[in-house]
């Protein structure tokens, strides 16, 4: 016991003079042994981990589902029970969480039965504390790794895009309410509208942040039914509806310590904003089909382009999420109110474009920079790079003209081109641009009034007047 008390001391002598600081891992540690427990509960404390102690296998069950810790070390006897007994039970919890089992009594049957039990490394005792430490750090990084790849299976390089580009007075005013609020952990409402690039800044925001070695996942609210919407979020157990025939880990649990974007938050059923409050109010969440609470750290930023406040009044959002969710909010400007930016954007996409089509320089000729200024964008960044790409297949030459564009395409409608949008009357335009955001909406009036600015019954008048057929 002296050895290892001054093994403690000499460790923190010695890391009190380096630089390196380490982010605070919890460790769950399972020994009835006071002595040990608090000697290397003073050991970790001062490497910088926070450290969850429990004395039997019931404990640190309870334990180990209520704290999430990132790594659990486990003593074989317990009191009511062995390592091998209770490895299963904490798998059955969270497969993630790697698992130590230390023992007085080793042999290589009782290592081989640990590992199929699933524990990560299997250590006799007594234990040298710097030789823990370095299996402890491995596994963290390992698992680190793991979650990283994992949340970011799904997003390519293109993603990285600079959400700023540009000189206009609207985005420079951007970039700066951006760059004030990277430090914050609370939660950051992105208010826009469709195609002005929301979630681009979403991942510039944790690119930037102190987050930004932990994971970053995103979920779009408006493409899942509610039960769908759980079990994405939270995740669930085993057996917690038909077809869930494995526990599946949720996108707050990947996400712990880092960043959840989701995107259409106006769209959440009414029913899953108060569990995500309480994820908000308490970090804890509990698995659909599960009973026990889990600790979890996130920085929650959301999306819309509808106007929540609006919809809070109505009383098709709870008033009390809005307020949660909005603490910092950031409006993206629309393309129509920063025009001087179109050269910026239409430049950096048409290389980004040539490069994945493998087609040489793509410039705009001075008389199609011209209808790209005149036109307004209602679908924004992500209309601009549609209208360009459909050019740049289209045009016979590197050098795309004002022929060669076509704006206003969506299901069911023609290309118009830019000379069709000049001649074309305001009641004309009007009705084209109704239709789209329609389309864009899916057909839902209510979404779609919100986009423009109407109320429901307005927009039905606007409907009638135009004959227009509501898609389906």
Same mark, same amino acid.
């Given at each position: 016991?002296?050895?290892?008390?001054?093994?403690?001391?000499?460790?923190?002598?010695?890391?009190?003079?380096?630089?390196?600081?380490?982010?605070?891992?919890?460790?769950?540690?399972?020994?009835?042994?006071?002595?040990?427990?608090?000697?290397?509960?003073?050991?970790?404390?001062?490497?910088?981990?926070?450290?969850?102690?429990?004395?039997?296998?019931?404990?640190?069950?309870?334990?180990?589902?209520?704290?999430?810790?990132?790594?659990?070390?486990?003593?074989?006897?317990?009191?009511?029970?062995?390592?091998?007994?209770?490895?299963?039970?904490?798998?059955?919890?969270?497969?993630?969480?790697?698992?130590?089992?230390?023992?007085?009594?080793?042999?290589?049957?009782?290592?081989?039965?640990?590992?199929?039990?699933?524990?990560?490394?299997?250590?006799?005792?007594?234990?040298?504390?710097?030789?823990?430490?370095?299996?402890?750090?491995?596994?963290?990084?390992?698992?680190?790794?793991?979650?990283?790849?994992?949340?970011?299976?799904?997003?390519?390089?293109?993603?990285?895009?600079?959400?700023?580009?540009?000189?206009?007075?609207?985005?420079?005013?951007?970039?700066?309410?951006?760059?004030?609020?990277?430090?914050?952990?609370?939660?950051?409402?992105?208010?826009?509208?469709?195609?002005?690039?929301?979630?681009?800044?979403?991942?510039?925001?944790?690119?930037?942040?102190?987050?930004?070695?932990?994971?970053?996942?995103?979920?779009?609210?408006?493409?899942?039914?509610?039960?769908?919407?759980?079990?994405?979020?939270?995740?669930?157990?085993?057996?917690?509806?038909?077809?869930?025939?494995?526990?599946?880990?949720?996108?707050?649990?990947?996400?712990?310590?880092?960043?959840?974007?989701?995107?259409?938050?106006?769209?959440?059923?009414?029913?899953?904003?108060?569990?995500?409050?309480?994820?908000?109010?308490?970090?804890?969440?509990?698995?659909?089909?599960?009973?026990?609470?889990?600790?979890?750290?996130?920085?929650?930023?959301?999306?819309?382009?509808?106007?929540?406040?609006?919809?809070?009044?109505?009383?098709?959002?709870?008033?009390?999420?809005?307020?949660?969710?909005?603490?910092? &909010?950031?409006?993206?400007?629309? =393309? @129509?109110?920063?025009? *001087?930016?179109?050269?910026? %954007? +239409? /430049?950096?996409?048409?290389? $980004?474009?040539?490069?994945?089509?493998?087609?040489?320089?793509?410039?705009?000729?001075?008389?199609?920079?011209?209808?790209?200024?005149?036109?307004?964008? &209602?679908?924004?960044?992500?209309? =601009? @790079?549609?209208?360009? *790409?459909?050019?740049?297949? %289209? +045009? /016979?030459?590197?050098?795309? $003209?004002?022929?060669?564009?076509?704006?206003?395409?969506?299901?069911?409608?023609?290309?118009?081109?830019?000379?069709?949008?000049?001649?074309?009357?305001?009641?004309?335009?009007?009705?084209?641009?109704?239709?789209?955001?329609?389309?864009?909406?899916?057909?839902?009036?209510?979404?779609?009034?919100?986009?423009?600015?109407?109320?429901?019954?307005?927009?039905?008048?606007?409907?009638?007047?135009?004959?227009?057929?509501?898609?389906?």
């Amino acid at each position: 016991m002296t050895d290892i008390l001054l093994l403690i001391h000499h460790f923190a002598f010695i890391t009190s003079f380096r630089g390196r600081s380490v982010s605070r891992n919890r460790i769950l540690l399972v020994d009835d042994d006071e002595d040990i427990c608090f000697a290397l509960r003073k050991f970790l404390t001062a490497r910088g981990y926070e450290v969850i102690a429990a004395g039997t296998c019931r404990a640190a069950e309870e334990a180990f589902a209520a704290g999430q810790p990132d790594v659990a070390v486990i003593d074989y006897a317990l009191p009511d029970g062995s390592a091998l007994e209770l490895l299963a039970r904490l798998r059955e919890i969270d497969s993630s969480v790697p698992l130590v089992v230390l023992t007085a009594h080793g042999s290589i049957d009782l290592a081989v039965r640990a590992i199929k039990e699933g524990a990560e490394q299997f250590l006799t005792k007594p234990i040298e504390l710097p030789a823990l430490l370095v299996v402890l750090q491995r596994l963290l990084e390992t698992e680190r790794g793991r979650k990283k790849l994992l949340a970011h299976a799904l997003h390519d390089a293109r993603d990285a895009v600079d959400p700023f580009r540009g000189t206009s007075r609207a985005i420079r005013e951007l970039a700066e309410h951006a760059r004030s609020v990277l430090t914050s952990h609370s939660p950051l409402l992105i208010e826009g509208e469709t195609g002005t690039g929301k979630s681009v800044l979403a991942r510039w925001i944790h690119a930037h942040g102190p987050r930004a070695d932990e994971p970053f996942v995103d979920l779009n609210c408006a493409s899942f039914s509610r039960e769908l919407l759980e079990s994405e979020l939270f995740g669930h157990e085993k057996g917690a509806f038909t077809g869930a025939i494995a526990a599946k880990p949720g996108l707050l649990e990947v996400a712990h310590r880092g960043t959840v974007f989701l995107d259409e938050i106006g769209d959440m059923d009414l029913q899953v904003q108060p569990k995500l409050l309480k994820v908000l109010e308490e970090k804890r969440f509990r698995k659909v089909g599960g009973v026990r609470d889990r600790q979890v750290d996130i920085r929650l930023i959301t999306a819309t382009h509808q106007d929540l406040n609006r919809l809070a009044l109505v009383k098709q959002f709870r008033s009390d999420f809005y307020f949660r969710i909005s603490a910092l &909010p950031l409006h993206v400007p629309p =393309l @129509r109110q920063r025009a *001087e930016d179109i050269p910026a %954007l +239409a /430049g950096h996409l048409l290389k $980004s474009l040539a490069a994945e089509l493998k087609h040489e320089e793509i410039t705009l000729a001075p008389d199609a920079l011209a209808a790209l200024h005149a036109y307004s964008w &209602p679908g924004n960044i992500r209309e =601009l @790079r549609n209208v360009l *790409e459909r050019a740049v297949l %289209l +045009a /016979g030459s590197p050098v795309i $003209s004002r022929r060669d564009l076509r704006f206003g395409v969506s299901p069911g409608h023609p290309a118009t081109t830019t000379e069709d949008d000049a001649d074309a009357t305001l009641e004309s335009n009007e009705r084209r641009h109704i239709e789209r955001i329609l389309h864009e909406q899916g057909g839902r009036v209510d979404h779609a009034a919100a986009c423009l600015g109407l109320s429901r019954s307005a927009l039905y008048k606007k409907i009638s007047k135009h004959c227009i057929d509501l898609p389906k």
